[in-house]
């Protein structure tokens, strides 16, 4: 894991704030390389993970024609390096980095396609003058481009671009109204101005000049149904795969341990983690948790699964002591606004990953391939009441037994259903994700006038699979929009403390299975994520298993506003450059601060986004 950073048709020669920006991505090293004519600049800031001594970068082949930046790791190389090989291509290291430059002189641009890993790099091609930028398909690494008056900047993280001077700081609006209604932007924006994202499964070409030749997506989720196979041929398929994902992504020269929530993911992931861990010692796993009460402590369920697997259990509760000191922080590594409190507590566990290991697994993804969240079961319910009532086909009766479910979602069901009932999917998954329900009054009328435009970037997504289930369309919104957003908060809390992070669940095979797997199956009954835990009943303790009070990591902010971090909250939110800003209404706001006796979601948009404006923009 690593900070990329380079330039095209950009002649200055100090890119030295630019790369220590990046220093908390890569400690362990720091590389550059110009072209001959200065035209063309690659840095990289190393975290050594695989081949220590001899995979640093930027690093080229024989002839140094090609030269590459890379962050991330490519967990199949052992093979493509042998299949290489064999093909004739001379190997000076043992790195997964090494690997990405043989598969480009042999494939091309197609060579994306025989990676599984997470990535994101640029290969500079001196023989013929092009630079080959590529994003792993699900968004876990990150990649973030500005062109302006013809430069051509990239890099891991936005302040590194930032720092160039070249590029203005300045927020863009359409953006922050995307942010507040979808706690992220669903299109290749960012909230900077003249800075865009390299979108997941996508590739650019551009010329020594920084003219983009080809912008392409290589790979995207595609729902060719396979009605000929039955639960059991796709059981027996899915089990193989999750047990290869974790395994390969053991490999790794330097000390590994994994999270541990206590979930269904992370579970197995420690599970299976646990069962083929070779290196003698026991799998180390991270836990956290607060102290406020059982709602916001799953650590019975993860201690449960270490003591099965017979790791070494670490456990860190942070206070709100830790919050108050660490937010200015997280905001400046995570760029820009996090969509959660959530934030918090996996930055802490992160650290305490950090202090016994250099590469930590998590379960991140699983939700989002196998159905887990509960607006699943809202949304499909809606529609087998739709298909009952005008005599469709209609799955009513059958999802009864899991109605239980909602209990603790009747507020949700009773905003859901006051208005729009039955109308178009698009239009009732937009109503479900828009966040910005009750917190419009506390912003200036400006901030919300685009709602259609909003709306329209919406459809291009929910609408953009080959898809015409309701399920596997929203489904198909969450892995393109709110998965990265999750993503984002996994890399940049991770990488703050020189931790790798692995995410097995989103090995792309298991992503292209799940994707021909026919909803009546993968969703059985209505019961989220039935597909997987009829996978993987024999792996995590049945506790686990069966477990009904899923919880997503609260913070207890509710309590912890009526102490210090109410104080926190006003100095943020109530000092002068905040109320000079023009974003806010502050009458409405200062109202809601002063009032307001629990921490709500509106609270921490408007402190997230002044914490943003006031680390990334007002310097």
Not at 90 to 107: M, W
Not at 405 to 417: R, T
Request: aromatic share 12%; with cysteine; net charge negative.
């Amino acid at each position: 894991m690593c900070g990329i950073f380079g330039t095209v048709n950009n002649r200055a020669n100090n890119f030295n704030s630019a790369m220590e920006k990046l220093e908390h991505r890569g400690p362990d090293g720091r590389g550059e390389w110009s072209s001959d004519d200065n035209r063309v600049y690659l840095g990289h800031r190393r975290l050594s993970i695989i081949d220590p001594e001899g995979g640093k970068q930027p690093l080229s082949n024989e002839d140094e024609t090609i030269w590459i930046t890379f962050n991330g790791c490519i967990y199949n190389y052992v093979e493509l390096a042998q299949s290489l090989k064999e093909r004739g291509h001379r190997f000076k290291t043992n790195s997964d980095i090494e690997v990405i430059i043989h598969a480009y002189e042999e494939y091309g641009e197609q060579c994306v396609n025989y990676f599984i890993g997470m990535f994101a790099f640029a290969i500079w091609d001196s023989k013929k003058q092009k630079l080959f930028c590529a994003r792993d398909r699900l968004g876990i690494k990150p990649f973030y481009y500005s062109i302006v008056e013809d430069n051509f900047i990239f890099a891991s993280e936005i302040k590194a671009i930032l720092a160039t001077g070249i590029v203005e700081r300045k927020e863009d609006a359409e953006s922050i109204h995307q942010y507040l209604v979808f706690q992220t932007i669903a299109n290749d924006k960012t909230l900077f101005k003249n800075v865009k994202k390299l979108l997941p499964g996508h590739y650019m070409v551009l010329d020594k000049e920084a003219n983009i030749l080809e912008h392409k997506k290589y790979w995207d989720v595609e729902f060719n149904i396979d009605y000929s196979r039955s639960e059991e041929d796709f059981l027996e398929e899915l089990n193989d795969l999750l047990h290869d994902a974790v395994k390969i992504r053991l490999r790794s020269d330097v000390p590994l341990g994994a999270h541990l929530s206590g979930g269904l993911d992370s579970s197995t992931v420690v599970s299976l983690a646990s069962q083929y861990n070779r290196t003698g010692q026991p799998l180390k796993t991270f836990t956290g948790a607060f102290s406020e009460g059982e709602q916001f402590d799953e650590t019975k369920y993860a201690r449960i699964v270490a003591e099965k697997c017979q790791t070494n259990y670490m456990e860190v509760y942070p206070n709100e002591m830790d919050f108050i000191e660490s937010l200015s922080k997280i905001a400046y590594f995570m760029d820009e606004p996090s969509a959660g409190p959530g934030v918090f507590p996996q930055y802490m566990v992160s650290k305490l990953a950090a202090d016994n290991v250099k590469v930590a697994l998590g379960g991140q993804g699983g939700d989002e391939i196998f159905g887990g969240y509960t607006r699943y079961l809202v949304g499909y319910l809606e529609e087998c009441l739709k298909g009952a009532i005008y005599e469709k086909n209609s799955d009513l009766a059958s999802i009864i037994p899991n109605l239980p479910a909602l209990k603790q979602y009747v507020p949700m069901l009773k905003y859901f259903w006051a208005e729009g009932l039955f109308e178009s999917e698009d239009k009732r998954y937009f109503r479900l994700m828009d966040r910005s329900g009750g917190i419009q009054n506390l912003y200036s009328t400006d901030v919300f006038k685009n709602n259609q435009t909003i709306f329209s970037e919406f459809q291009k997504v929910f609408n953009g699979s080959n898809s015409d289930s309701f399920l596997n369309k929203m489904l198909y919104f969450d892995l393109k929009v709110h998965l990265p957003a999750l993503l984002h908060v996994e890399d940049r809390t991770s990488m703050a403390v020189g931790l790798e992070s692995r995410v097995p669940l989103l090995d792309h095979r298991i992503v292209d299975l799940v994707a021909k797997i026919p909803p009546s199956i993968k969703f059985k009954n209505g019961e989220p994520k039935y597909l997987f835990k009829q996978t993987i009943k024999n792996i995590i303790p049945e506790e686990v298993l069966n477990r009904k009070d899923k919880m997503g990591f609260p913070v207890p902010l509710q309590k912890w506003y009526r102490n210090n971090v109410g104080d926190y909250v006003k100095e943020i939110l109530l000092d002068k450059k905040a109320k000079e800003r023009g974003i806010f209404n502050i009458k409405e706001l200062e109202m809601k601060i002063n009032n307001e006796n629990d921490f709500g979601r509106a609270i921490w948009g408007a402190l997230s986004l002044e914490l943003w404006f006031k680390t990334h923009i007002d310097q």
